[in-house]
Structure formats: structure tokens, C-alpha cells
């Protein structure tokens, strides 16, 4: 793989495990004033829109599309953004972000679980585990507090719609690196957010209400085109990207990152930082690193 491919991965990787770990508190500010299934498929769909010019930059040869890419890409797009992130909007309207970030940190394990059962090539080695542990474990350190909350009889439908979302992202992010042989990437992420988004909608009615509905909120808005703009459209194609030239268990580790920037981003806004999240830190960064060694070996 050529070294600047490499580089521009890891800087993709980068950009999402930071984007993505801002986006629990953007869900949690956007469904403060919209439902949650109609606010995350009107972010996928609106951000699919957008990509639409994306398509004819530096294009040379005509647009093809197939039944087959298009049964593929919807597939993937229901797995990941409407299981993996409408779930997660849906969850959070019971359960605090920062124990949504927690749950979902389990999503590189449940790439391993998927993999196994699979046939996938990509090879389990013990470092590889070892790392999955030590970035969960910084994890359960960040939120060690809101852990013992998981067993808040409240939260067991959130914590359990929180699992599931984590199969489905992995799910589709197998699917993704398998099928990921597109002469068009731009085209398959927007597709994929586009059938996404729009199961959502089609959802929205049946599970959700409109009454009393907000519409014009100055903040719910800008932190739902925070979403639109990094959290989908430029995070989805950086995540494409880094699964085609990476190994998916190491690029699914961001997942682990992603609690210790809401942790951040809260300390940002007055919240109080310790000395466990130096830790926590450490057990991440650790984490990583072993997740990437191992499958470099």
C-alpha cells in the first residue's frame, strides 16, 4: 500500500474516533426538540443530498449503477445507519450520552463475535483481544460512575437497543470492507446514508408523535447540522476510506476514543476533569495500539 494511502487513513481514522465522539452530545441536543427516528433519517438523507455534487467532482468516467450495488448498499445502510445510528438516537432519549458512548465502545468486539462466525480472513490474534480489553476497561474508567447506573431497571431497553446497534454497525462494517471494491466509493457511502435515512422516515410515524413539535430551535438546529455535515457526510466517506486501506477490528477501535472526547468536550463546557481520565487515556491509547500491532503482525 503506498505510505501516502497509509498516512491519509490514520488521518481519517483520527478525524472520526474525534467527530464521532462529539456526536453524542449533538443526538442528545437535537432530540431534546425532535423525534429521534425522524431527526437521525432527515440528517442521513439531507447529508445524501448533499454529497450528490461530490459525485461529478474529477469524474471520468459516467455514473454506473446496478441492481446488485444498489441491494448491497441498502443492506449496509440499514445495518449502520439505521440500526447502528437511529438505535442509538432512539436509545438516547433513556439513557445519558455518556453511557451510550460506553455501551457503544463495545462495537470492535462485536466485530471480532461477527467475524468468527463470518469466515472473515482477517486473523484474531491474542494482542488483538488484549487491545479490545484495555480500551474498554479506559472506557469503564472514564464513566465508572454511570456504570453502576447500567442496572437501573430504566435504562434496560436503551442499554439492550444500545447492543443491538453496536451488531448492526459491525455488522455493516464487515459488509462495507467486504464489498468494498467499488470503482465509486462517493456513490456507495451516499446510497448507504440515503436508504439509511430514509427506513427511518419511513419509521418515524409508527413509532414517534409530531405534536408539540418545536420546529424552529435555534440550538437542536445547529447541533443537527453539526450531524449533517461531520458526523454524516464527511465521517462516512473518511470511514470508508480508512476500512479500505486498514484492518477493520483496528479501525473500529475508535469506538474506545469516542467516550474519552465526550468526556472532553464536557470538561470543555465546565464539567470537572480527573485524574482517572489520564488513566482512562492511557488504557485507550494502549488499547489502540495493541489492536493495531496485532494485526500487523
Not at 149 to 168: D, H, M, R
Not at 179 to 193: A, C, F, K, R, Y
Not at 245 to 264: G, K, R
Amino acid at each position: 500500500m503506498p505510505v501516502q494511502n497509509t498516512r491519509l487513513a490514520y488521518f481519517c481514522y483520527v478525524f472520526i474516533a474525534f467527530v464521532w465522539g462529539t456526536t453524542y452530545l449533538g443526538i442528545k441536543i437535537a432530540i431534546e426538540a425532535y423525534p429521534p427516528f425522524l431527526m437521525a433519517g432527515a440528517r442521513q438523507v439531507v447529508a445524501a443530498l448533499l454529497m450528490l455534487p461530490l459525485l461529478f467532482v474529477g469524474a471520468r468516467k459516467p455514473i454506473k449503477i446496478s441492481g446488485k450495488m444498489l441491494l448491497q448498499n441498502a443492506l449496509i445502510g440499514f445495518l449502520m445507519i439505521t440500526v447502528g445510528n437511529g438505535v442509538v438516537s432512539w436509545a438516547e432519549a433513556t439513557v445519558p450520552s455518556g453511557v451510550a458512548a460506553l455501551v457503544c465502545s463495545a462495537m470492535p468486539i462485536s466485530v471480532v463475535v461477527l467475524s468468527l462466525f463470518s469466515g472473515n480472513r482477517d486473523r484474531i490474534r491474542p494482542l488483538t483481544l488484549l487491545g479490545m480489553v484495555l480500551g474498554f476497561a479506559g472506557v469503564a474508567v472514564i464513566f465508572r460512575t454511570d456504570v453502576a447506573a447500567l442496572g437501573n431497571p430504566k435504562y434496560l431497553l436503551g442499554i439492550l437497543a444500545l447492543l443491538l446497534a453496536t451488531f448492526g454497525w459491525a455488522g455493516g462494517s464487515l459488509l462495507m470492507k467486504r464489498w468494498g471494491n467499488s470503482e465509486n466509493p462517493t456513490l456507495d457511502v451516499m446510497l448507504q446514508i440515503f436508504f439509511g435515512g430514509l427506513i427511518m422516515l419511513l419509521l418515524s410515524p409508527t413509532f414517534e408523535h409530531y405534536s408539540g413539535i418545536a420546529w424552529w430551535n435555534p440550538r437542536a438546529l445547529l447541533a443537527w447540522g453539526y450531524l449533517v455535515v461531520f458526523g454524516s457526510m464527511l465521517a462516512m466517506l473518511a470511514y470508508k476510506y480508512a476500512l479500505k486501506h486498514l484492518p477493520v477490528s483496528f479501525v473500529t477501535s475508535y469506538a474506545y476514543i469516542n467516550p474519552l472526547i465526550a468526556v472532553l468536550l464536557g470538561a470543555f463546557f465546565g464539567e470537572p476533569l480527573h485524574i482517572w481520565t489520564l488513566g482512562s487515556f492511557l488504557l485507550i491509547a494502549g488499547g489502540v495500539f495493541l489492536v493495531n500491532k496485532g494485526k500487523n503482525r
